[in-house]
């Protein structure tokens, strides 16, 4: 007899290629109708694989989380988006990709990570709080939640989530003094 239960079935594994098709199969309907799929790039298939990631099981995509290191500030990593198939949420997969996107930014020197959202996004908003992001006071208040207006273009405001990593995270590529300091 094999493996019986669900668990041993899922499986975490770095994104490849062939998964774009796969993400945006479903991208809309996890976001609950939202045209995304065209938001979606090809560049995090192919150039961010060690900082994206599936859960899946057998055939199935539970979920996916989509980032990068900032080339532009080596200590910081980003999150693109984060989903979740719809029939298997508030069971800690979001958490978990979020950990492991974390641990690998952590690896790759990175002390600080940071996410987007719309402000009308308070799924999203309540998902990162839950996380322990902090929100990047920004220039004006939507629904009571501080926004940077105009961010991602005309009428794009955007929620900034920021989160500063331990400098356990840090020591593999800083020195202990760079790594203390990050954490300060
Ligand atoms: C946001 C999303 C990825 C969360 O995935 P998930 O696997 O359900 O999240 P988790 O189970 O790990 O939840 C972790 C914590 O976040 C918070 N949270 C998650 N969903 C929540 C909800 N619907 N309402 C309030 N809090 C919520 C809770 O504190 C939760 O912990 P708890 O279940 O112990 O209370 C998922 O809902 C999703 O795919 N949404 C649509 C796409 C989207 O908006 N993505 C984010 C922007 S890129």
């Known amino acids: ?3 019986e239960t669900p668990d041993h079935a899922v499986r975490w594994r770095n994104i490849e290629p062939g998964d774009q098709t796969r993400v945006a199969a479903v991208i809309d309907q996890w976001w609950g109708g939202r045209a995304m799929s065209g ?5 995090f298939f192919i150039h961010f694989q060690p900082t994206s990631f599936v859960v899946e099981c057998s055939d199935e995509l539970l979920g996916f989380l ?7 500030m080596p200590n910081e990593a980003y999150v693109h988006f984060v989903g979740v198939h719809a029939d298997y949420r508030r069971l800690g997969l979001g958490r978990r990709l979020y950990e492991r ?4 930014a952590g690896l790759l020197g990175c002390d600080t990570v940071r996410s987007h959202t719309s402000p009308q996004n308070r799924l999203s908003i309540a998902f990162h709080t ?7 006071p920004g220039d004006d208040v939507i629904d009571g939640v501080s926004v940077w207006r105009d961010f991602a273009g005309p009428g794009e405001h955007r929620v900034r989530f ?3 990593l331990g400098p356990a995270m840090t020591v593999e590529r800083f020195t202990p003094w760079e790594a203390f300091r990050a954490a300060l």
């Open 1 to 3: 007899m094999g493996n």
């Open 39 to 43: 938001r979606l790039s090809h560049v």
């Open 66 to 72: 989509l980032g990068f290191v900032s080339q532009t």
């Open 101 to 104: 996107f974390c641990t690998a």
């Open 130 to 136: 839950a996380q322990r992001f902090n929100i990047d």
């Open 162 to 164: 920021v989160k500063h």
